[in-house]
């Protein structure tokens, strides 16, 4: 699918127009049976349909994956991963629950000095779905409008 305009091809291309973007080869006649398969199973009408029984099978299947990980979260370590932002802060988190450890306050300068340098990164978040800039820099850059940058 490299245009809107083969959403609306009203059947399934040959076996020859598939081709993985990732490998370079085409898919094997299993697949374009597996395909054809589901094409008359959910009585698609065109490939927009087929396009979107894709994405909706496969954030299902990623949805499953992810809610068995946190059952096994939940299990071994007593925590929902779904509360915490990466795997790093789990990782910390329930390292931190299964020893027991305290931890201790820094009283050396020299050592909170240590940990501070080595600080990298952190939490990124969009909290909108579309933002749009508006700088002399893009092509599409109207001056009658106030200028808007990301930084």
Known sequence: MDSHQKSDEERLPSIDSFESTFTGSGISDEDYRHAQTLWNYFNLKNMGEFHDLYVKCDVLQLADVFENFRKLCQHYYGLDCGHLFTAPGLAWKSSLKM??????????????????KGIRGGISVITKRFSQVNNKYLPNFDASKSNISFT
């Open 99 to 116: 020893t027991d450890q305290p931890l201790d306050l820094f009283t050396d300068i020299n050592m909170h000095m240590f940990i501070e």
